[in-house]
């Protein structure tokens, strides 16, 4: 519909997240500043907060398709995991082994 309309050659409007799409208004380029600065500067756990369709997931993606190499990264997108679903999620993204029940964390 969206393609026909606008003549657009793409599908604009999908469930992931395509950071092609992005469009850095002065608040996403903050954020964007902000995440760069706390990833090139070690700070540790970073998180963004907004409203849903506000672009974070676009924004994070975009962010994490332009990090060297050697940066490892792990992208966690539920809203409220438990600590045990967090660290095994954390493994995961991190390509470690991730056991189901483990006592040296917990």
Not at 55 to 81: D, Q
């Given at each position: 519909m969206y393609n026909e309309f606008f003549g657009f050659s793409e599908k604009p409007f999908e469930a992931t997240p395509d950071p092609k799409f992005l469009y850095l208004t002065s608040s996403h380029r903050d954020a964007l500043i902000a995440l760069f600065d706390g990833v090139t500067n070690q700070k540790g756990f970073i998180s963004?907060?907004?409203?849903?369709?506000?672009?974070?997931?676009?924004?994070?993606?975009?962010?994490?398709?332009?990090?060297?190499?050697?940066?490892?990264?792990?992208?966690?997108?539920?809203?409220?995991?438990?600590?045990?679903d967090l660290l095994r999620d954390l493994f995961l993204e991190l390509g470690m082994e991730a056991e189901e029940e483990t006592k040296r964390f917990f």
């Open positions: 963004l907060t907004g409203e849903a369709g506000t672009g974070r997931k676009t924004l994070v993606h975009f962010m994490l398709g332009r990090l060297e190499e050697k940066v490892k990264a792990a992208f966690i997108s539920h809203s409220s995991p438990s600590f045990k």
